[in-house]
Every structure is written in C-alpha cells, then in structure tokens.
C-alpha cells in the first residue's frame, strides 16, 4: 500500500498537469516533506546512534545488575525486531534504563517502552514542524512583497512602526501579577505527598498537569498563591516537573516550595481538602478558606487516597457539585486534571457561578444530547448491522415494540 502511494507521489510530481483534489495534494506535499525532513533530522542525530549505554553507572558494578541488564537490552531489541513500539536505541537513556531495571514483569517493561516509543515520535513531529516553520518564513521573507506596503514595511527585517512586545517582557508582566498575589491573594495547596502512590509515567504526567496549572494560574486577571507542599526535591515529580519550569528553584520565582506539610505551614482550622470522595458538597465558595488539590494521577490506583489523609490528618473535605450541573456519559469517568481543577476554581472564585466555571469540563465526558432531542452518547449511531444487543430483546414478551423503536433511533 506505501509503495503504490509512493508511486503516485512520483507521477503526480512529473506530471503538472495531473488534476488532482486538494486532499491529495496536502497528502503528497506532506509526505514528501516528511520523508525529505525526517531524512535530514536522522542525518542530523546520527552521531547519537552510535551512543550505548552507561552499564557501569546504571548497575553500579553489580555483576546480578550488569547481567538483567543485558537481557533487557536483548529483549528491547527483540520486540523492535518483531515491529512492536519500542524507541531507537539512541532514544533511551540511562535513566530510563535504570526505571526498566525496576519494573517486575515483561507487560510492564513493555508499557513502558510503549511510553517511550510515544515520547520519541512527538518530538520527532516536533522538530519537523519547527523545521517546516522556519522554511515557511525564510521563503515568505525571500518572497517579494507589493509595492502597495512599502509605507508599512521596511527593508531592514521587515520591521514596522508597531512597538514590539517581547516574550520576556510578557514573562515579567505575568510574574507580576504573581508576586502580587503573594501579597494580597488567597492561597492555594497543592499536595505533592503522592509521588509513592503513582508510577514514573504517572507522575511525568502530573508534572506536566502542575506545570499547566501554574501557567493557567498566572495568566488569571486574579490568580492565587500557590503553595506546593510536601514536595521533595529529589523525587520523581519535583525531577519532572523542573525539567518543564527550569527556573522555579530560583529565589526571584513567584512560587512557594515547603518541604513540610501543610499543617505545619498554615491553620488547621482554615484548611479544606478537595476531594471527589467526600460528603460534603461545595455550594458557596469561601473565600478564606485555604483549599488544598491533591497532586495525583490515578490512572492504575484509584484508591481514594485523598480522602483517607484528609480523614487522617482531621481536614474538612469537600467535593464540586458535578452531578447537580452535569449529566455525564456512559463509561465516562470523573476524573478531573489539575489544571481543570485550578480553572473552575478561578471562575467560582470570580463569579460565584457553577454553571460557568464547570465549562472547563471536557464534553467528551458529558452526556451529550442532540437537536432531536436523543441521546447519541448511550448508542453511538452505531451501524444496525453491527450492533448486536437488539437481538437480545428477541427473548423478552414485548419484543416487537421494542425492535421498532431501535429500528427507529438508527433510521433517524
């Protein structure tokens, strides 16, 4: 199939004259780019295909180390063999390979090199839009320009009469904005105290749902201070997240960092735990509260975590009213991210609107309900040929009824 597309690629490019549809012509010049740009980003990376690993420094002179760790390389090569998403051998570090060294069993090795397989191929697609970006600007700046703009643009960089904003400048005006509410804002806890309870991809992914809620959190008109409690440098999250925000250790950074916990930070009496297995439901937003968001992922452990320390350390909790303003969809679960979290938050606190502030709730979770009035998250439109429960109504008395009305809904 890759080569018939190919060979069409190379007629349509001898041929001008073809006449083919705007689809095809995107589908040509974008395989052709990519196979031109990959090519040169793997010349370009071709001096790091010949970097092995550190066994060494990865086993620490452990000969019971040293040994797994060739199996595990054999293995990797073995399944990038057999075409299964595994990343170049110049892609994983030795870090990675010390997180391989961990894992217990094949399925978890395998997921996370499945992981890894993804990480490399979105910042191969990053590198060809940054390429394909800058030869779209060398050619519009190489491009000769109307003569009808010649009083709005000028020859020394295409520069205009317009005062430029600078991304730093931008920065400084954010950051600003942040140490202004260190002064006069109401505060906000993060917990980072579950680092233990989440496994190195669980926590790369909340790393980047923090580094999101900082960002969502700066560019409010009225944005919190923010208190990263429990957080310890050393691990995994605080790794991750420095990696995202490399200048948040500075003294300078509009961000607090408490190695202790919250307790010993703020009032007990204060303190409310945001949690989706509480009993208490947020109606009023308070505004001198001090709300605490619990940093976690939980994608394998879904234990209710939150509540049991909130419980322990004797914390109000309270929860959103999700099923008093939302329908949700089947199969959908409630699980909200930190930044989405941090932004309905933002809007309660402004407007005091729970209608509003739960618009950041993604719809695919939502029951969705079209314009005739039915429900399409509940039967997806499915085709009625392969849709197989309604044969299951054959069994029951009133079956007759109740395929017509099926037969209906897949008509409609």
Same mark, same amino acid.
């Given at each position: 199939m890759f080569q018939i597309f190919q060979n069409c690629c190379k007629i349509a490019l001898k041929r001008p004259n073809l006449k083919l549809n705007s689809l095809n012509k995107n589908l040509i010049e974008k395989n052709v780019f990519n196979r031109k740009y990959s090519t040169a980003i793997?010349?370009?990376?071709?001096?790091?295909?010949?970097?092995?690993?550190?066994?060494d420094l990865i086993t620490k002179d452990d000969p019971e180390l040293k040994h797994k760790l060739k199996v595990l390389m054999?293995?990797?090569?073995?399944?990038?063999?057999?075409? *299964?998403?595994?990343?170049?051998?110049?892609?994983?570090?030795?870090? %990675?390979?010390?997180?391989?060294?961990?894992?217990?069993?094949?399925?978890?090795?395998?997921?996370?090199?499945? /992981?890894?397989? @993804?990480?490399?191929?979105?910042?191969?697609?990053?590198?060809?839009?940054?390429? @394909?970006?800058?030869?779209? *600007?060398?050619?519009?700046?190489?491009?000769?320009?109307?003569?009808?703009?010649?009083h709005i643009?000028?020859?020394? !960089?295409?520069? &205009?009469?317009?005062?430029?904003?600078?991304?730093? +400048?931008?920065?400084?005006?954010?950051? %600003?904005?942040?140490?202004?509410?260190?002064?006069?804002?109401? @505060?906000?806890?993060?917990?980072? !105290?579950?680092?233990? &309870?989440?496994?190195?991809?669980?926590?790369?992914? $909340?790393?980047?749902?923090?580094?999101?809620?900082?960002? =969502?959190? *700066?560019?409010?008109?009225?944005?919190?201070?923010?208190? /990263? $409690?429990?957080?310890?440098?050393? !691990?995994?999250?605080?790794?991750?997240?420095h990696k995202h925000i490399a200048t948040m250790y500075e003294p300078s950074f509009p961000l607090h960092f408490h190695d202790d916990s919250y307790t010993n930070v703020f009032e007990k009496e204060k303190l409310v735990y945001l949690t989706p297995h509480a009993r208490d439901v947020m109606t009023n937003y308070d505004h001198d509260a001090i709300y605490i968001v619990g940093a976690i992922v939980d994608k394998i452990n879904q234990e209710p975590l939150t509540f049991a320390k909130a419980k322990k350390e004797g914390i109000k909790m309270q929860k959103f009213p999700l099923d008093k303003y939302l329908s949700w969809g089947a199969g959908s679960g409630k699980s909200l991210t930190l930044n989405q979290v941090l932004s309905i938050l933002l809007d309660v606190k402004r407007?005091? =609107?729970? @209608?509003?502030? #739960?618009?950041?709730?993604?719809?695919?979770?939502?029951?969705?309900? =079209?314009?005739?009035?039915?429900?399409?998250?509940?039967?997806?439109?499915?085709?009625?040929?392969?849709?197989? *429960?309604?044969?299951?109504?054959?069994?029951? &008395?009133?079956? &007759?009824?109740? #395929?017509?009305?099926?037969? +209906?809904? /897949?008509?409609?």
């Open positions: 793997k010349v370009e990376n071709a001096d790091l295909d010949n970097k092995e690993p550190n066994i054999l293995e990797a090569e073995v399944m990038r063999q057999d075409g *299964r998403a595994v990343p170049d051998a110049s892609f994983i570090r030795d870090d %990675h390979w010390s997180e391989l060294l961990k894992l217990p069993s094949m399925s978890a090795r395998r997921k996370y090199l499945t /992981f890894l397989f @993804k990480l490399q191929k979105k910042k191969e697609n990053e590198q060809l839009r940054k390429e @394909k970006k800058r030869i779209e *600007r060398e050619e519009y700046l190489n491009s000769p320009k109307p003569e009808d703009n010649s643009i000028y020859g020394l !960089g295409h520069n &205009n009469i317009f005062l430029r904003f600078y991304d730093t +400048t931008i920065n400084q005006f954010l950051n %600003h904005k942040l140490i202004q509410a260190m002064q006069f804002g109401q @505060k906000l806890i993060v917990d980072c !105290g579950f680092e233990k &309870n989440m496994v190195t991809r669980e926590n790369i992914n $909340c790393a980047k749902q923090l580094m999101l809620l900082f960002s =969502d959190n *700066r560019n409010d008109d009225d944005p919190f201070d923010l208190h /990263f $409690c429990n957080a310890n440098r050393e !691990g995994q999250l605080m790794k991750a997240l407007t005091n =609107d729970w @209608k509003y502030a #739960l618009r950041h709730v993604p719809k695919r979770k939502l029951f969705n309900v =079209d314009q005739t009035g039915k429900a399409s998250s509940v039967l997806r439109r499915l085709d009625p040929q392969t849709f197989s *429960r309604p044969r299951q109504y054959q069994k029951n &008395n009133n079956k &007759n009824s109740r #395929l017509i009305k099926t037969k +209906t809904l /897949f008509e409609d």
